[in-house]
C-alpha cells in the first residue's frame, strides 16, 4: 500500500471522519488488523477561515503549498486534501508536487455518472456553491447541478462555520437540511451532493428521498483504490 498523506485541519471534524472513513474502508477492503499507512499534515483551521473570509486565497494557496511539499518529502506518495472547498487551490497546493492528486469533485462525479443519474443539487459553503472551481468540474464531467437560493445557501453555510465545523450537531439544523434538501429535489435534482465533508453529519440517505453521494466517502474510495494500485489486493 502507497502511503496516504492528508493535508487536513479545514477542519479538524472532517479531517477526522477522512482518518475514520480510510482506516473503515481498509478493513473491509483487506480484513484482519490492516489499516493506511497514513501521514496527516493537520492545519489550524482559524487562519484559513481568516484568509477564506478576507479573500486573501494567494496567501491560503502558499499555504497549502508549503505543507503539501511537506507531507511528500515526508514519504507521502499520494495526496488527499480532507475539505471540499479549498479545492479551490488545487492548482497552487500542488505546483511543484509530484505525487499523484485525488480531487474531490472529479470522484464525486465519477460517482455520480456511474448511477446514471445528472442533476445533482449541491450543498455546501458558499464559496463551493458560488464560485466555479467546483461546479466548473462537475459540468465538465457532464452533469448539471443546481445550487439552492440565496437563503438557503446562506443557511448552508452558516451552519457549517457556527456548528458542524465546531462537532456541535442539533435537532434544528438537522430539520433545516432536510428541508433545503427537500426544496432542491422538488426544483428537479436526481441527487443530493454532500459538498462540504461536514454536511454528513446531518443529512445521509435515511432522510433524504433521492441518491445521496457523501464527498468524503466518496473522496476515501478513490484515494485508497489509488493507493492499493498496483498491489496484490489491490
Known sequence: MKTIGILGGMSA?????????????TRVKLGGLHSPELLIRSLDFAPIEALQAAGDWATAGQILNDNAKALERGGAEVLVLATNTMHKLADEMMADVTIP?????????????????????LMATAFTMEQRFYLDRLEAAGLSPVVPNDADRAETHRIIYDELCKDIVT???????????????????DCLILGCTEVGMLLNAGNVSVPVFDTTHIHCKAVLSAALRGDDNG
Open 13 to 25: 471534524a472532517s479531517t477526522q471522519i477522512y482518518y475514520r472513513t480510510l482506516c473503515d474502508l
Open 101 to 121: 492528486f485525488i480531487h474531490i469533485a472529479d470522484a464525486t462525479a465519477d460517482a455520480i455518472r456511474a448511477q446514471g443519474l445528472s442533476r445533482p443539487g
Open 171 to 189: 435537532d434544528n439544523s438537522r430539520a433545516q437540511y432536510e428541508a433545503i434538501a427537500a426544496r432542491l429535489i422538488k426544483a428537479g435534482c
